[in-house]
Every structure is written in structure tokens, then in C-alpha cells.
């Protein structure tokens, strides 16, 4: 992805630290679309679902003392490996 960053940076002879503020502008208007789509999708899980009802099951990826410990040693890794990769982008960005 890079490569390709700098190989067009060279053809349109741009100055690259204004393309490299421009691509990294456009990553993070990307990375809160997908977060806000992800943060959509939760409430309407948090509403439609009793955590209540929920019992853990051998391979659920929905761990949380794994999700806590991953938590921990870096912010958002949690939320990623419990299946919530947009929200766990979103701590890890913010």
C-alpha cells in the first residue's frame, strides 16, 4: 500500500509530505465511516439481545478475560478479538 503511495506521489510529482497528510486525512475519514457503521450495529445488537440469556460455550470468541487481558496490553485489541474490529480500530485510533 505504501509502494503504491509513493509510486503515484512520483508520477503526479507531488510534494510528499502534503500527499502523505492527504492519504492519512482520507485513512481516518475511511476509519470513522467504518466505526460509526460498527457503532450503529451495537446499539441495535444491545437492544435486540438480554446479555442475561447469554451462557459461554467451548471456542466462543466472546471471552471476557482474554478480551480484558488483550485489552489491557494494547487499547482496542479486545473489541477486535471479540469480533467488533471497528470498534476496537477506533480505541486504538482515538
Do not use: H
Request: aromatic share 14%.
Amino acid at each position: 500500500m505504501w509502494m503504491f503511495l509513493f509510486t503515484f506521489v512520483a508520477k503526479l510529482k507531488l510534494n510528499p509530505v502534503i500527499a502523505m497528510r492527504k492519504f492519512l486525512l482520507l485513512s481516518i475519514i475511511f476509519l470513522s465511516f467504518v466505526a460509526n457503521t460498527n457503532a450503529q450495529q451495537y446499539s441495535i445488537n444491545k437492544n435486540k439481545y438480554d446479555y442475561r440469556l447469554y451462557s459461554p460455550q467451548y471456542g466462543d470468541p466472546n471471552n471476557p478475560a482474554i478480551s480484558g487481558v488483550c485489552s489491557f496490553l494494547i487499547p482496542g485489541l479486545g473489541q477486535m478479538v471479540s469480533g467488533e474490529v471497528g470498534r476496537g480500530l477506533s480505541f486504538l485510533g482515538g
